[in-house]
């Protein structure tokens, strides 16, 4: 029972630490909202158009892609670094890891994910 003492106190913890501080904001925040306060701020222009508009799903397929051989260098980086003490099972497995990464990448440039058209 006195493990989970620790858990518990971690969750609280960390529902204290966040709630506090939107508290913290609302109350001692600025409180004398004005409309220019309450207009959209876009590096000291004008704003132009609707806030809402819609963007091509290319610009989050790209992202995605982004992220996924971003994500990936941080699973290759554990296994570089202990490459030398891995048996040859370990090598195939990230031979193979790299290759289906390949693909992806063949597939993405082949269907034009990657062009920003």
Not at 24 to 36: L, R, T
Not at 60 to 85: R, T
Request: hydrophobic share 60%; charged share 15%; proline share 5%.
């Amino acid at each position: 029972m006195n493990e989970w003492i620790y858990v518990a106190l971690f969750i609280i913890v960390g529902l204290i630490i966040p709630i506090g501080a939107i508290l913290a904001g609302f109350i001692f925040g600025p409180k004398k909202p004005n409309p220019v306060k309450q207009s959209t701020y876009e590096c000291g222009i004008e704003p132009v158009g609707e806030a809402w508009m819609q963007f091509k799903a290319q610009y989050y397929i790209f992202v995605l892609v982004f992220l996924v051989f971003d994500v990936e260098a941080v699973f290759l980086f554990p296994w570089a670094v202990k490459l030398g003490h891995l048996g040859l099972y370990a090598v195939i497995e990230g031979i193979i890891f790299v290759a289906i990464l390949v693909v992806g990448l063949v597939y993405t440039w082949r269907k034009g994910m990657l062009e920003w058209a």
